[in-house]
């Protein structure tokens, strides 16, 4: 199989999902309501880059106010910083076509969600991403810090409006990839950056149907955790390998003898940069239980929207699934199982 598939790429550039966005009704003031929009959300993008395209259709409804926009999904403020497609995969263990989400211009809530005020943070955003997965990768951000402000205008614009010829005609002077045969050698720190969202489904789950709404952030672990390679063997790992190199805890054969639960250790932020690179040491830790013993399985794994053969090459997955700033997202649902004594 070729580590690298330019339709593949081309695929998740391409990627879109229907979206149908409402006023909130508490922002309407005229009769009848405005109809929601219809528009298709850029899987790598961004939900506030959509905004000069809502205001439009709304802006003859909305009280007087300043601005300060922000969506949310059945209630659920939505992060502002995290692609547009892995907040679908995320919040929605069974596709919901159009996604129905709520736009607000009033409102903000400052104590869940930082403000967004316009293109410029999600810009920024996009930028510290990028400059994490270098420091992950090469050991240092050198080579995005040193880009011309030309380059940066180049490589954000080329994201906001989809173009990816004019994406990687600049983001191949980062070295930052692709992986192959060679990965090590090219690779300071033989480290791949990873972000993990965990989320607990509940009980009794078979049907995702059957999936509860997700009704606070804190329901949801975010881990920065690299995958590492380290000699030639590690070359060929399947995506099942660098799994469990990631969450150990879950595809340990002897995982029915541990008698404890596994939670996480702790949030981390996905736009705080660099800075939180090295928080990806241990992640979980152990809570004694009662009997019936418990610990959480895993049900489902997702990257953009595809639920992935564990048995295909991992430098696969990460070369053609990777999002514009070098960071594969992995959605990770899980259920409570019953341990037996």
């Known amino acids: 199989m070729e580590l690298c ?12 999902i229907p979206l149908q966005i409402h006023l909130h009704e508490s922002e ?10 219809l528009i298709l959300g850029p899987r ?9 395209v809502i205001k439009p259709h709304f802006n003859d409804t909305l009280p007087p106010g300043v601005d300060s926009v922000w969506f949310d999904y059945k209630g659920l403020p939505l992060k502002w910083y995290i692609p547009t497609g892995v907040l679908f995969d995320l919040l929605c263990a069974e596709p919901e076509r159009p996604w129905n989400l709520t736009v607000h211009f009033r409102g903000h809530p400052g104590e869940i969600l930082t403000p967004c005020g316009g293109e410029d ?5 996009f930028i510290n991403s990028l400059k994490e997965a270098a420091y992950i990768i090469n050991g240092n951000c050198k080579n995005v810090m040193n880009m011309s402000q030309t380059d940066q205008s180049v490589l954000w614009q080329s994201l906001a409006k989809g173009n990816m010829e004019s994406y990687t005609h600049v983001s191949s002077r980062l070295k930052l990839g692709p992986y192959g045969e060679d990965a090590v050698m090219r690779m300071n720190t033989g480290r791949i950056p990873i972000r993990l969202y965990l989320r607990i489904l509940g009980e009794d789950v078979d049907d995702l149907e059957d999936v509860t709404t997700v009704d606070s952030w804190d329901s949801i672990s975010y881990i920065n955790r690299p995958v590492e390679i380290h000699n030639e063997e590690d070359h060929h790992i399947t995506f099942r390998s660098a799994m469990r190199s990631l969450l150990p805890e879950f595809f340990d054969d002897e995982a029915s003898a541990f ?7 702790g949030d981390y932020e996905i736009d705080d940069g660099i800075e939180n690179t090295e928080a990806t040491g241990t992640d979980f830790v152990s809570t004694k239980s009662q009997s019936p013993k418990k610990v959480n399985e895993i049900k489902l794994i997702r990257v953009q929207g595809i639920e992935v053969d564990l048995d295909i090459p991992f430098f696969w997955v990460v070369n053609n699934l990777k999002n514009p700033e070098h960071f594969l997202h992995i959605c990770v649902f899980m259920v409570p199982a019953l341990n037996p004594a």
């Open 5 to 16: 598939s330019e339709e593949a790429v081309r695929l998740v550039w391409e990627g879109a």
């Open 121 to 125: 943070p999600v810009k920024w955003s």
């Open 28 to 37: 309407v003031t005229t009769l009848p309501p405005p109809p929601p929009v």
């Open 259 to 265: 008698d404890h639960v596994l939670v996480p250790r």
């Open 44 to 52: 790598i993008g961004y939900l506030p880059l959509l905004v000069t």
